[in-house]
């Protein structure tokens, strides 16, 4: 049915927490009074970007725009606007007397294509003062959760969002809660809740971010999960390498403490519950699920294997739910805000089953060679090349895009002819990379994917906890194979030997730090083979990394004699006067590339 | 603190809305910098510095000073935003202590945006 005229009510987290929500019910039953109901429709929107005058409201087809509406401006702005016609100037936006002359940050790329759900308060709110939590609508969606719905209610409505784990593997979180409560009702003994803060990839902190921008909306996710779960103990693990977040964390525990949001009788509904934070000492197997609880428990951080699920027996044999930051930061808005509205964004159909896609958002960081590396929150299917060329500005210096690593240690590189591929849990695990917690390291023509994949092998044998042979061992000879390669020593054999060691630790390595261990030369073998051939074959590292396949020279056409590189380089292998050309000593020349920084000419020449 | 009930929660809510925007309190105008590991790391510590010493000096009575988190575009910071009543928020951004000093006085007490400094105006989009 047509209606002549639109109301566009925003329901981005400012105006919802100025009470857009309750106007949008306001002016419903206000046009029925009017008659006017089968004329205009009221619709919520997203975030319209004027957070600071909300809530705000657009009439459509007329393009006018309210701010700042309340309750009682309602009557007289249907009777007035909508059914006379007249629009309400005294509500209207009137732009300051002198012109921002600046461009709108919702206009600006980085901005533009972002949207901040996990990232709501970010830059809004004091993260050491809780009230200014409570004052953008945080802890509405535990109230809600403890007066108006059931442990089951909770558990559905965060099955139905279709919560995947943000961790890395993608597991629906309403299922794992499920499980664990029922695991706990069977036994008879306690749950326990846990939140993974042992971000551990190089280039990723996400998580770290979340929780210094916004801790309590992981404390009160992790109270509504404990509530639907049945738990009254909570802990968070994390690193120890992050003393800002702990810090923020454990004033955010006590203020929620003082306030009896943790304790016993929370908010007076017979709700006992409380977090406890443990530092891990930063061994990167502590992110997988069993070494964490081993952790935990005060015991060496190896992982067992899984043919009992933590969620039935964990921490001290009692059933545990763990998630990572970012999946308990995402509960409460679900809550809040619903099922549906939370699987509206993102891809697939989450409604009858968790997997059949990839709901809500992710927050990556955005790093490597790429214009604005940062922390970016995005809907999920968005595509790879919207992520790095409109949000991160594309590659510095006009270089040429080679592959994007993401999913850290365990994810694998992709190449350009993938950049349209949307960004889910499943179209990244099908192209042989993973979502994995989220970092994304951009690379340009200058990397050398032969060397990426010996970087993250060599981070992942210094890791692996050596319990299980197939990781420890295959790890170790797929390094010494790629410093081989790497040092021109590679034998054409060596690219098969690669991928048989790379599947049988997929099939054979105790957890999934080993499991996904071989993913980066997996996905460098499948997408970039022609260059472990042009090292193994030719003897030649096209992007002129690996030092014993590169030699450096001075192209006599292009240096002009700027005298940039001489002071550069330490070992005086570069000589020459002032307006007159240079050249290079190759028996001198340590290959450190400090000359091709400086040289403003591109007249050092690496091949 | 005696345990919060439920209505205690909503009247935090509004007590709190009133110091935090500037819709209903009585400050002119507030200055947030950000300060996650990023813009720590970046030097934002001094630039907080900087800004309350401005403050301190200059007497001023009517501008709220707050903190925040990583504002996202890491590679910028120190970042810092600056709200004027009635004015969509403002971020700066690759801050020093001086272009603290200058963004205080040219835009928060001169009203003018400094705009060698200025990255853009407005809010992010959410939810």
């Given amino acids: 049915m047509a209606y002549r005229t639109h109301v566009l009510i925003c329901g981005g987290t400012g105006c919802v927490s100025s009470g857009s929500f309750e106007l949008r019910g306001v002016f419903t039953a206000e046009l029925q009074k009017q008659g006017l109901a089968k004329e205009v429709q009221v619709i919520i929107t997203g975030c319209q970007g004027f957070?600071?005058?909300?809530?705000?409201?657009?009439?459509?087809?007329?393009?006018?725009?309210y701010?700042?509406?309340?309750?009682?401006?309602?009557?007289?702005?249907v009777t007035e606007h909508l059914l006379k016609g007249r629009p309400v100037k005294k509500l209207m936006y009137t732009p300051p007397v002198e012109k921002v002359p600046i461009p709108a940050l919702k206009d600006i790329p980085f901005f533009a294509k972002q949207r901040l759900v996990v990232l709501r308060n970010r830059g809004l709110i004091d993260p050491e003062r809780i009230d200014d939590y409570i004052a953008v609508g945080g802890y509405t969606a535990l109230v809600k959760a403890l007066t108006e719905m059931t442990p089951e209610d909770i558990i559905s409505e965060i099955k139905r969002s279709g919560l995947r784990g943000r961790g890395g593997g993608g597991f629906p979180a309403g299922i794992k809660w499920e499980t664990c409560r029922r695991a706990a009702q069977k036994r008879g003994v306690a749950p326990v809740v846990v939140c993974n803060a042992d971000e551990g990839d190089p280039g990723a902190f996400m998580d770290r971010s979340i929780i210094e921008c916004d801790p309590h909306s992981v404390v009160e996710g992790m109270i509504i999960g404990a509530s639907a779960i049945g738990c009254s103990e909570g802990f968070v693990y994390i690193r120890h390498e992050y003393p800002i977040a702990r810090e923020r964390l454990l004033k955010a525990l006590e203020q929620a403490r003082d306030?009896?949001?943790?304790?016993?009788?929370?908010?007076?509904?017979?709700?006992?519950?409380?977090?406890?934070?443990?530092q891990g000492a930063g061994a990167f197997v502590c992110g997988e699920s069993t070494a964490l609880m081993a952790s935990l428990e005060g015991?060496?951080?190896?992982?067992?294997?899984?043919?009992?699920?933590?969620?039935?027996?964990?921490?001290?044999?009692?059933?545990?739910?763990?998630?990572?930051?970012?999946?308990?930061?995402?509960?409460?808005?679900?809550?809040?805000?619903g099922a549906g509205w939370f699987s509206s964004m993102g891809t697939g159909d989450v409604a009858e089953n968790p997997w059949g896609g990839s709901s809500g958002t992710k927050v990556f960081s955005l790093v490597g060679k790429v214009n604005n590396t940062g922390l970016i929150e995005v809907p999920m299917g968005i595509s790879l090349r919207e992520i790095i060329f409109d949000i991160g500005g594309g590659i510095p210096g006009g270089r040429e895009f080679k592959a994007v690593q993401t999913g850290g240690p365990s994810g694998g590189c992709l190449p350009s002819s993938l950049l349209d591929m949307p960004v889910d849990f499943d179209s990244l695990t099908e192209a042989g990379s993973m979502m994995g917690s989220g970092g994304m390291i951009v690379m340009d023509d200058h990397t050398c994917m032969v060397d990426v994949a010996r970087y993250f092998i060599n981070f992942l044998t210094e890791e692996s906890c050596g319990k299980c042979i197939p990781c420890r061992e295959g790890l170790r000879h797929s390094l010494r194979i790629l410093n081989n390669i790497s040092d021109g020593n590679g034998r054409p054999e060596d690219v098969d030997l690669l991928q048989?060691?790379?599947?049988?630790?997929?099939?054979?390595?105790?957890?999934?730090?080993?499991?996904?261990?071989?993913?980066?030369?997996?996905?460098?073998?499948?997408?970039?083979?022609?260059?472990?051939?042009?090292?193994?074959?030719?003897?030649?590292?096209?992007?002129?990394?690996?030092?014993?396949?590169?030699?450096?020279?001075?192209?006599?056409?292009?240096?002009?004699?700027?005298?940039?590189?001489?002071?550069?380089?330490?070992?005086?292998?570069?000589t020459g006067k002032v307006k007159e050309k240079h050249t290079l000593d190759k028996t001198?020349?340590?290959?450190?590339?400090?000359?091709i920084e400086v040289c403003k000419r591109e007249a050092v020449l690496r091949v | 603190m005696p345990k919060l009930t439920i209505e205690d929660l909503k009247r935090i809510s509004e007590q709190a809305k009133a110091t935090m925007t500037l819709r209903s309190g009585?400050?002119?105008?507030?200055?947030?910098?950000?300060?996650?590991?990023?813009?720590?790391?970046?030097?934002?510590?001094?630039?907080?510095?900087?800004?309350?010493?401005?403050i301190e000096t200059g007497g001023v009575t009517d501008v709220l000073v707050g903190t925040s988190g990583c504002a996202g575009l890491c590679s910028r910071e120190p970042m810092a935003t600056v709200e004027i009543r009635g004015q969509p928020p403002v971020k700066y951004v690759d801050l020093s202590p001086e272009k603290m000093g200058q963004v205080f006085r040219k835009h928060v007490m001169g009203g003018t945006i400094l705009m060698e400094y200025a990255l853009a105006a407005g809010s992010e989009t959410t939810g």
Wanted: with cysteine; charged share 20%; aromatic share 6%.
């Fill in chain 1, 500 to 574: 048989e060691m790379g599947e049988v630790m997929q099939d054979s390595c105790l957890c999934a730090l080993g499991t996904s261990a071989p993913n980066p030369v997996l996905s460098t073998l499948r997408y970039f083979k022609g260059e472990y051939e042009a090292h193994i074959k030719d003897h030649r590292c096209p992007g002129g990394v690996c030092k014993a396949l590169v030699e450096y020279s001075i192209d006599q056409q292009l240096c002009d004699g700027c005298h940039a590189c001489v002071p550069a380089c330490s070992t005086q292998a570069i």
């Fill in chain 1, 67 to 77: 701010c700042g509406v309340q309750k009682k401006d309602i009557p007289n702005l």
């Fill in chain 1, 588 to 595: 001198k020349c340590i290959k450190c590339g400090a000359c």
């Fill in chain 2, 26 to 54: 009585t400050a002119r105008a507030k200055v947030t910098v950000h300060m996650g590991t990023c813009g720590i790391s970046a030097g934002a510590r001094e630039v907080m510095a900087a800004l309350l010493k401005e």
């Fill in chain 1, 259 to 278: 306030y009896g949001l943790l304790g016993n009788d929370i908010l007076g509904t017979g709700l006992n519950f409380d977090i406890e934070i443990v």
């Fill in chain 1, 51 to 65: 957070c600071a005058e909300g809530p705000i409201m657009i009439v459509q087809p007329d393009g006018v725009f």
């Fill in chain 1, 299 to 337: 015991k060496i951080g190896e992982p067992r294997a899984k043919y009992i699920h933590t969620v039935e027996y964990g921490y001290k044999n009692q059933p545990t739910n763990l998630n990572n930051v970012e999946t308990w930061a995402n509960v409460p808005l679900i809550v809040n805000r």
